[in-house]
């Protein structure tokens, strides 16, 4: 099972909001990514958890929170976002290794637009 | 750092041609390379990848990539394009921390 799952598919929310968008895998991948991506454009990497722990964080302001509950579970806390939020939201996991090497797995995405 | 480039941000075939994706990286180190395709509205989906194993990499759908260390590129390729090709396909490399790099990517648009 190759299969990276994202909740929900669409959500339109507030800026006043809050919501969550959720991303399961099975694989026993320990390494756990979020993208955001905007239209005709190439992902651009938010967070990274390895084992669980946040080990990279590109500089992504407050109102996006991650947190990574278990192995297969990966969430994104969102409140008070603003319109330029709006984008397809990504969800990748990976094995760890020494050399980066392993290919990542995406889910569906989550498409969030900020009214 | 390392980067990669994909020229062309359109490219348009017909039905049965040659398709043919441009991809030329930065890299100081032996890279790790991918090919991932986006359909419209989805994620993205791995279609093969480079890891020094062998500079001819075949992935699924009949795409296949060759690294060219003199050139360095890692440019995609499929002898026949059928309709259901149509969609994004960006290049990506893996950099510290398990980071992955993307071009920009390129819309292949196949005509019938």
């Known amino acids: 099972d190759t299969e990276v799952t994202q909740t929900p598919k669409h959500l339109v929310m507030g800026m006043t909001n809050k919501k969550s968008l959720k991303c399961e895998q099975h694989m026993g991948h320990r390494a756990m990514y979020w993208y955001k991506q905007k239209a005709k454009k190439p992902p651009e990497l938010m967070f990274v958890?390895?084992?669980?722990?946040?080990?990279i964080n590109e500089s992504v302001p407050s109102r996006f929170s991650p947190e990574c509950p278990n192995s297969s579970l990966l969430n994104l806390h969102l409140h008070a976002l603003q319109p330029e939020d709006s984008a397809l939201y990504l969800c990748?996991?990976?094995?760890?290794?020494?050399?980066?090497?392993?290919?990542?797995?995406f889910g569906p995405g989550t498409r969030l637009t900020v009214t | 750092a390392q980067s990669v480039t994909q020229l062309g941000s359109h490219v348009s075939v017909s039905e049965g041609a040659l398709v043919l994706l441009r991809c030329n990286y930065s890299s100081s180190v032996p890279p790790y390379l991918f090919w991932y395709v986006q359909y419209p509205n989805q994620g993205l989906q791995l279609l093969l990848k480079y890891t020094s194993a062998a500079t001819l990499v075949k992935g699924i759908n009949g795409f296949e990539a060759e690294f060219k260390k003199s050139e360095t590129s890692f440019h995609l390729t499929k002898p026949s394009a059928h309709m259901s090709d149509a969609a994004e396909y960006f290049c990506?490399?893996?950099?510290?921390?398990?980071?992955?790099?993307f071009g920009a990517g390129t819309i292949l648009r196949v005509k019938s």
């Open positions: 958890y390895s084992y669980e722990k946040l080990s």
């Open positions: 990748a996991s990976s094995q760890i290794g020494t050399d980066n090497s392993y290919e990542q797995y």
């Open positions: 990506a490399v893996s950099v510290d921390g398990n980071k992955l790099v």
